[in-house]
């Protein structure tokens, strides 16, 4: 293609926007901001990083920063556009000969937001910091959907720093922590051990300065004289414990580091981060208004996933760091802290396809962090060993308080079961995330990872799951009282956990006695004898997969535990055995849905179902959130705004109706429309890359890398 085409998705917007609402998302991976330019002129935007956990375990806002030009943005003519290849937005706005173009950018390369002003006459600036953590307060409520919040919490007050120079310091401390309260609420004492209070003295903030501007107060810059450019620049950093002086003298260093680099290398370095990031992978299906409509969800999500992708914690599936003033409060987002792992893994699951591999670092760093506490939970909760994670769980790994319960347990006991029924005996969370790190491992090939976190993290799942149930008559597991998923509470040998057992005993089983040893070998295969069959009914006669063994209980969710058996644990599927009663099992699945964590057209993709799954892709690209202007703010569905659980979706339905890599085969076009031309770029396990282009439902052109993989592409056609 001779024309950029991802030129066609950048995002522009002819006129201000009306308030935070009108918010466009941009970020590094750490640092992002949710930015708009008002009807008044004014350059409007909230600071977020990933790591900004405050004394009541919220995601917060670092602040709000607002910049007035003096001729404004609005005073005539004025264009915003998201600009995707170079990893930035462009603001021109004012009249002919007066205008000014603003260029904001938030470093690929360190933790510092731009904000470039230009203009062919003078102008003047102010730059105001605006904060609404003021003063201490006690509040009744910290987020809908959450039970985990008992009694009044209090909020605290950020810090602006006086008497700077030239410079606006700011910053939120956490005098108070609740790591220690939940560690004993769950009868966890003896982790106290393990180390430092995650969340106490944490203290995240940032510093704005620029050329030509002077401090009006405290919380206010303004230009000393009018000048044709200024140059902003906001450092943001968080560090724990820190007392102010540590902190202060950690980001001085940080914009000193900066300062060493020339602005102009430093912005060629940022483009050339993002024209690497769109050049490894890319997907463009064109020819239909559906395929177009796909097209610019999946670009506009990736760009979002990108944003804060590469942080110190893994992406909030509640809005990520773009979240914006929820109930007239910035720092809110609906289901809080907690990191619920069947929203959560969504965003990283297409990042393989995409080759987005050191997005998915901060996901498995949360849970190999957290190893220690699951080791130490599982003998104080049921007496054997290994580990296990709940289904919501804080980021150190301890449940969500009032999934857990507030002393009204059933018992009283520690480790007896929650008294959350949703999630008391959910525990295939454990087995998803040991599959993604296996595809990981797969994709990369890295030993290090292998040797160091892959294996530890498999080591103590599977002997979880190897002592924790009894075994029946003829050696198998017997797994209840057990969940599948929440759909259907205290059933027998649910599927999600027994083809989640297969797919990842048989994947580990698959590599070579020097990657995993002969002893583990030998372990994992005598647990692989141990699983039951597969849970099978029928209906209309013809057999299905069922959701749990026997009799089910009333559906209490909206989750199709049977069709894990097709994702994430793809034992079904194309090219693979009893399609099939896959397919019957799909047509006949209980809850119907293209919104929110529904994974539909994956499955639908995974069976070769090019049409349900083509429908499905594009109707929910076009779900998006009503009074968001963003293309890509989908939600709230079941979560918050910007939903990444939605947008997680349709990134891998796309792929898989496009690329499935599964038993050494590389299968392409198993479920791609054939009135959807489409130029693609994706990745495969072992280091695998193919492009490909389709025209009226054929390949015209293919490109593997290596070379030797050519051997290993199957083409299927659309059914």
């Known amino acids: 293609m001779n024309r950029d085409p991802l030129t066609a998705y950048n995002v522009v917007w002819t006129t201000p926007s009306e308030d935070h609402n009108g918010s466009m998302p941009i970020g590094n991976g750490e640092t992002g901001l949710n930015l708009w330019v008002e009807p008044n002129g004014d350059l409007v935007f909230l600071i977020s990083r990933t790591d900004s956990w405050d004394e009541n375990e919220r995601?917060?806002?670092?602040?709000?920063?607002?910049?007035?030009?003096?001729?404004?943005?609005?005073?005539?003519?004025?264009?915003?556009?998201?600009?995707?290849?170079?990893?930035?937005?462009?603001?021109?706005?004012?009249?002919?000969?007066?205008?000014?173009?603003?260029?904001?950018?938030?470093?690929?390369?360190?933790?510092?937001?731009?904000?470039?002003?230009?203009?062919?006459?003078?102008f003047t600036t102010q730059v105001d910091l605006e904060l609404w953590r003021t003063e201490q307060r006690t509040v009744t409520s910290i987020g809908d959907g959450i039970d985990g919040f008992k009694g009044p919490k209090t909020i605290y007050p950020d810090t602006i720093i006086g008497g700077q120079n030239n410079r606006i310091a700011w910053y939120h401390r956490n005098p108070v922590s609740p790591w220690k309260g939940t560690l004993e609420l769950q009868g966890l004492q003896p982790a106290l051990e393990l180390g430092t209070d995650p969340l106490l003295h944490r203290t995240f903030g940032g510093v704005i300065r620029g050329e030509g501007l002077v401090?009006?107060?405290?919380?206010?810059?303004?230009?000393?004289?009018?000048?044709?450019?200024?140059?902003?620049s906001i450092h943001t950093h968080t560090q724990v414990p820190a007392t102010e002086g540590q902190w202060l003298k950690a980001i001085e260093a940080h914009m000193a580091n900066s300062d060493a680099v020339d602005s102009d290398e430093a912005l060629e370095a940022h483009r050339q981060w993002w024209d690497d990031f769109w050049t490894r992978s890319w997907l463009f299906a064109t020819g239909h208004a559906d395929a177009e409509a796909a097209t610019q969800g999946y670009v506009l999500q990736r760009w979002i996933s990108a944003g804060a992708?590469?942080?110190?914690?893994?992406?909030?599936?509640?809005?990520?760091?773009?979240?914006?003033?929820?109930?007239?409060?910035?720092?809110?987002?609906?289901?809080?802290?907690?990191?619920?792992?069947?929203?959560?893994r969504l965003p990283y699951w297409p990042m393989l396809a995409s080759g987005d591999y050191e997005m998915m670092r901060p996901l498995f760093r949360m849970f190999l962090d957290a190893l220690p506490l699951a080791k130490i939970r599982t003998p104080l909760y049921f007496g054997h060993e290994g580990a296990f994670f709940p289904e919501t769980m804080s980021f150190w790994?301890?449940?969500?308080?009032?999934?857990?319960?507030?002393?009204?347990?059933?018992?009283?006991?520690?480790?007896?079961?929650?008294?959350?029924?949703?999630?008391?005996?959910?525990?295939?969370?454990?087995?998803?995330?040991?599959?993604?790190?296996?595809?990981?491992?797969?994709?990369?090939?890295?030993?290090?990872?292998?040797?160091?976190?892959?294996?530890?993290?498999?080591?103590?799942?599977?002997?979880?799951?190897?002592?924790?149930?009894?075994r029946d008559e003829n050696g198998k597991l017997h797994m209840t009282p057990s969940s599948a998923c929440e759909s259907f509470w205290e059933c027998t040998n649910p599927t999600p956990d027994i083809a989640g057992l297969m797919w990842d005993i048989d994947r580990l089983l698959a590599l070579t006695d020097k990657e995993i040893g002969a002893e583990r070998r030998t372990r994992w295969a005598t647990l692989r004898e141990a699983i039951p069959s597969m849970p099978m009914s029928e209906v209309d006669g013809q057999p299905v997969i069922a959701p749990a063994e026997g009799k089910l209980p009333k559906r209490t969710n909206s989750e199709n535990p049977e069709l894990y058996a097709v994702f994430p644990f793809r034992i079904y599927g194309v090219g693979k055995p009893e399609l099939e009663v896959a397919i019957h099992t799909f047509e006949n699945r209980g809850v119907k849905s293209n919104a929110g964590w529904s994974q539909d057209e994956t499955q639908a993709a995974y069976l070769g179902l090019a049409k349900t799954a083509a429908d499905?892709?594009?109707?929910?690209?076009?779900?998006?959130?009503?009074?968001?202007?963003?293309?890509?703010?989908?939600?709230?569905?079941?979560?918050?705004?910007p939903d990444q659980d939605h947008g997680g979706n349709l990134l891998m339905g796309l792929q898989t109706m496009i690329l499935q890599a599964d038993d050494g085969k590389i299968r392409l076009l198993p479920a791609w429309p054939k009135d959807w031309d489409l130029d693609f770029k994706l990745h495969a396990p072992h280091r695998t890359v193919i492009e490909g282009i389709v025209r009226n439902g054929k390949l015209v052109d293919m490109n593997v890398t290596p070379e030797s993989r050519r051997k290993d592409v199957v083409m299927t056609e659309p059914r």
């Open 215 to 232: 401090n009006a107060a405290d919380n206010a810059l303004i230009s000393a004289k009018p000048q044709k450019r200024f140059r902003l």
């Open 616 to 641: 499905y892709v594009s109707g929910r690209a076009r779900k998006k959130h009503k009074a968001s202007r963003f293309p890509a703010f989908w939600g709230p569905n079941m979560d918050w705004i």
């Open 59 to 122: 995601p917060c806002k670092l602040g709000r920063v607002r910049i007035k030009f003096n001729p404004g943005l609005a005073d005539g003519a004025f264009k915003q556009e998201l600009k995707l290849r170079q990893g930035e937005i462009e603001i021109v706005g004012g009249s002919t000969g007066r205008s000014v173009t603003a260029r904001i950018w938030v470093d690929a390369n360190r933790q510092v937001i731009h904000v470039d002003a230009d203009s062919e006459s003078t």
């Open 397 to 470: 790994g301890t449940y969500e308080n009032g999934a857990y319960g507030w002393g009204w347990r059933t018992t009283g006991k520690p480790g007896d079961p929650t008294v959350n029924k949703h999630i008391r005996f959910h525990y295939s969370g454990t087995l998803e995330m040991l599959a993604m790190m296996i595809d990981y491992y797969e994709h990369t090939g890295d030993k290090a990872f292998l040797k160091k976190e892959l294996l530890p993290i498999a080591d103590e799942y599977l002997l979880w799951w190897d002592q924790h149930w009894s």
């Open 309 to 344: 992708g590469r942080g110190n914690f893994p992406i909030k599936f509640n809005g990520s760091i773009f979240t914006v003033d929820g109930k007239n409060d910035p720092d809110y987002r609906r289901w809080g802290g907690c990191y619920w792992f069947q929203n959560t």
